[in-house]
C-alpha cells in the first residue's frame, strides 16, 4: 500500500508570505496528525484529525496556522503570514487505531522562512 | 504533562558490539511506549512498542527494548550493531487512554547512533 505523502518536500520562503503544506494519509487512516521538528529539538504535536474533525489542536502555534482536512482524505497545514521561528521540518502521519496504533510517517516537508 | 527524555545527543558504536539507547519517560498513568528510527532524508519508521505484557519487546531489524517501571525507563538495545544502523532514534510515550480519552503521543529530542566500521 502506498504511504503517507507529503508535498512539498522542501520550501524556501521569505517572511510575510505564505505556504500551504499538503499531507495524503494511507488510505484507510481515519486519523491524521501534523508534527513539527525545529533543527536539534524534539518533534512536538500540532495537532490531530480523526476524519474531517479536528479532534486536538493544542500544539497549534498561534493563528497564523490553519489546518484543514475536507472530506476526511488529505490535509493541508497553511502558514500565513510566515515567520521566521516556523522554519522546520513538518512531519505528517496517519494511523488506523488512535488508541495503540503506531504512527505511520511522511517524509517531512522543510520549510526555510528567510 | 507527559515528557520524554533522550540523555544522549550521539551514541557512538563500534560494529558487531551491542548498542544501547536510552530514554526516560514521565506521565500520569500507565504508558505507552513507542521507537521510532529515521534515516536521512526519510520520515520516521516505527521499531517497537510496549503496550503491556512481557518487559522485552522484540522489534524490525533486530532491535529490543526493556520497560522498567521502576526507574521509568524504556531502553533501546541490539545485540550486535550494524553500519546500515546509523541514524536517529526518537522514543515516544503516551498515557494508556481511559473509555473515550486521547493523549496525544509526545516525542523525545532525538539520539544519532552512529555505529562505526
Known amino acids: 500500500e502506498a504511504g503517507v505523502t507529503q508535498f512539498p518536500s522542501h520550501s524556501v520562503i521569505e517572511k510575510g508570505q505564505t505556504v500551504t503544506l499538503r499531507c495524503d494519509p494511507i488510505?484507510?487512516?481515519?486519523?491524521l496528525y501534523w508534527y513539527r521538528r525545529v533543527m536539534g529539538k524534539e518533534i512536538k504535536f500540532l495537532l490531530h484529525?480523526?476524519?474531517?474533525?479536528?479532534?486536538?489542536e493544542s500544539g497549534m502555534p498561534n493563528n497564523r496556522f490553519l489546518a484543514e482536512r475536507t472530506g476526511g482524505t488529505y490535509s493541508t497545514l497553511k502558514v500565513q503570514p510566515a515567520e521566521l521561528e516556523d522554519s522546520g521540518v513538518y512531519f505528517c502521519?496517519?494511523?488506523?487505531?488512535?488508541?495503540?496504533?503506531?504512527?505511520?510517517f511522511g517524509e517531512g516537508s522543510r520549510l526555510t522562512v528567510l | 504533562a507527559q515528557s520524554v527524555a533522550q540523555p544522549e545527543d550521539q551514541v557512538n558504536v563500534a560494529e558487531g558490539n551491542p548498542l544501547t539507547v536510552k530514554c526516560t519517560y514521565s506521565?500520569?498513568?500507565?504508558?505507552?511506549l513507542f521507537w521510532y528510527v529515521q534515516y536521512p532524508n526519510r520520515g520516521l519508521q516505527f521499531l517497537l512498542k510496549y503496550i503491556t505484557g512481557d518487559n522485552l519487546v522484540k522489534g524490525s531489524y533486530g532491535f529490543e527494548a526493556e520497560f522498567n517501571k521502576s526507574q521509568t525507563s524504556f531502553h533501546l538495545k541490539k545485540p550486535s550493531a550494524l553500519v546500515s544502523d546509523s541514524a536517529l532514534y526518537f522514543c515516544?510515550?503516551?498515557?494508556?487512554?481511559?473509555?473515550?480519552?486521547?493523549?496525544?503521543?509526545?516525542f523525545g529530542i532525538g539520539t544519532k547512533l552512529q555505529v562505526i566500521p
Open positions: 484529525f480523526v476524519k474531517e474533525s479536528k479532534q486536538d
Open positions: 502521519a496517519s494511523s488506523r487505531d488512535r488508541a495503540v496504533g503506531e504512527l505511520f
Open positions: 488510505s484507510g487512516h481515519d486519523n
Open positions: 515516544a510515550v503516551r498515557v494508556a487512554p481511559r473509555a473515550g480519552g486521547y493523549q496525544k503521543v509526545t
Open positions: 506521565v500520569s498513568g500507565n504508558p505507552y
